[in-house]
């Protein structure tokens, strides 16, 4: 069981940055393709970005490509995603999750393991 905390989130106005991090329990979460997705009020959970297990990959939704970058530190068993000239529709709570089998998916299907979630919230 590999158990995902988010951290990062909070209220910044519209064109700011916030830097999100999945952090996770277990030495094995090198190996683990890791996946952050978004949920807004109203509004399905939908992907956001994607790095496989050596940063070698990353994918991008297309609203957030040129502005989100996704990084990780297999030492630190940690995962980021900067954020930066965010605009008010990327107000959700973001979760990170974790795919034991592929190198990162846009598929929610395909994650095996969910943090909890943090808010981010951008002002107009």
């Known amino acids: 069981q590999v158990q995902l905390v988010e951290s990062g989130g909070g209220l910044v106005q519209a064109g700011g940055s916030l830097k999100l991090s999945c952090a996770a329990s277990?030495?094995?979460?090198?190996?683990?393709?890791i996946g952050w997705f978004r949920q807004a009020p109203g509004k399905e959970r939908e992907f956001v970005a994607a790095?496989?297990?050596?940063?070698?990959?990353?994918y991008y939704a297309d609203s957030v490509k040129g502005r989100f970058a996704i990084s990780r530190d297999n030492a630190k068993r940690t995962v980021y995603l900067q954020m930066n000239t965010l605009k008010p529709e990327d107000t959700a709570i973001y979760y990170c999750?974790?795919?034991?089998?592929?190198?990162?998916?846009?598929?929610?299907?395909?994650?095996?393991?969910w943090g909890q979630g943090t808010q981010v919230t951008v002002s107009s």
């Open positions: 790095i496989n297990w050596s940063a070698g990959k990353t």
């Open positions: 999750a974790a795919d034991v089998v592929t190198q990162g998916s846009a598929r929610q299907d395909e994650y095996d393991y």
């Open positions: 277990e030495r094995s979460f090198s190996r683990y393709a």
